[in-house]
């Protein structure tokens, strides 16, 4: 995972962690959250079950929705 994925997911898990971000999320809303605009690539790049081996971030929960992969939430719930 590059360091601009790293740096995002860590983000994600803040604002989840923070309450600024509400599980299922959209793209849209992680774009607002982090002020961030590729929230709509990234995210289903690093679903769970990808098949192109990039790290699994997020379980999709419905076209276009998603939530923290368990692991990811352990992280946010360890805090």
């Known amino acids: 995972m590059g360091r601009r994925e790293g740096e995002t997911i860590r983000e ?3 604002a989840v962690r923070s309450g600024r971000l509400r599980q ?3 793209a849209a809303a992680v774009n607002v959250a982090l002020g961030i605009t590729f929230a709509g690539n990234f995210m ?3 679903r769970l079950g990808n098949t192109d081996g990039n790290t699994e971030l997020f379980r999709r929960v419905r076209s276009g929705e998603y939530c923290l992969a368990p692991d990811q939430q352990d992280l946010v719930d360890s805090r």
């Open 44 to 46: 289903p790049k690093h």
């Open 24 to 26: 299922p999320f959209r």
């Open 12 to 14: 994600i898990r803040r």
